[in-house]
Nanobody
Framework: QVQLVEYGGGLVQPGGSLRLSCAAS????????MAWYRQAPGKQRELVAS???????NYADSVKGRVTTSRDGTKNTVWLQMSSLSPEDTAVYSC?????????WGQGTQVTVSS
């Protein structure tokens, strides 16, 4: 069973930065893609960033220029580096891994942007 564990959430002031980590229980290159999603209170879950096995990266328009995703196969870890955070970025951020039509999810980590 694939396990994904997120780290790095917390409280950050507006304009600040945060790096989230997602550690997978197996080789991340076994997945067709890995992604970060977020869900704010009262809103639908939205894709933040994704990276496929070939290294192609996509970002949501709302975070372009402020967010970078990267990975390290030796650590089976994917990161989400976020900067210039605003209260609108407050959400639970979840790591997702996809193999064909099967999706695996982490438990999520809370990111709160507030002064």
């Amino acid at each position: 069973q694939v396990q994904l564990v997120e780290y790095g959430g917390g409280l950050v002031q507006p304009g600040g930065s945060l790096r989230l980590s997602c550690a997978a229980s197996e080789n991340i290159f076994n997945f067709n893609s890995m992604a970060w999603y977020r869900q704010a209170p009262g809103k639908q879950r939205e894709l933040v960033a994704s990276i496929n096995v070939g290294g192609k990266i996509n970002y949501a328009d709302s975070v372009k220029g402020r967010v970078t995703t990267s990975r390290d196969g030796t650590k089976n870890t994917v990161w989400l580096q976020m900067s210039s955070l605003s209260p609108e970025d407050t959400a639970v951020y979840s790591c997702n891994a996809q193999i064909l039509r099967v999706h695996y999810w982490g438990q999520g980590t809370q990111v709160t942007v507030s002064s």
